[in-house]
């Protein structure tokens, strides 16, 4: 099911709203989530690597940065952090990415990216369910 999103929250670096597709995918074993800054899709994968959860964002910068899962102590919140990453480092990565549940049509997205001389660029996203309807790839 899509779950297109709008951005809430002022933020300096993105003008306007933003929107965030979220469907699952391949018979259920992944979640696609996918954030468009800019007008540039950057599709992030989360799935059930044995028993850890995991993420693999393919970023616009042309690395794919792996992150695992930590236990979540309130079951709302989910925190990933970096374990390794495919292609260069730089420009930047994404580092850290929490996504917090609020409510059914509504959540948190705060990412973490690690620029160059170990410098962060954090990002904070208010996200709301859209009441349309945004088809997906293929049209159902």
């Known amino acids: 099911m899509d779950r297109p999103s709008h951005d809430r929250s ?35 994968m989360i799935y059930l690597d044995g028993d850890h959860l995991t993420l693999v964002h393919y970023c616009e910068a042309g690395n794919r940065p792996r992150l695992v899962a930590r236990n979540s102590p309130d079951q709302k919140t989910v925190e990933f952090n970096f374990v390794d990453i495919s292609g260069s480092p730089r420009p930047a990565y994404l580092h850290d990415f929490v996504f917090t549940i609020v409510d059914m049509g509504h959540h948190t997205e705060d990412w973490t990216f690690m620029l160059p001389g170990d410098k962060l660029l954090h990002a904070h996203f208010d996200l709301q369910r859209a009441k349309e309807s945004v088809p997906s790839p293929g049209g159902n």
């Open 10 to 44: 002022a933020n300096p670096d993105i003008e306007g709203p933003i929107q965030v597709v979220m469907r699952v995918a391949s018979r259920g074993n992944v979640l696609v989530h996918e954030i468009a800054p800019g007008g540039i899709p950057e599709p992030t």
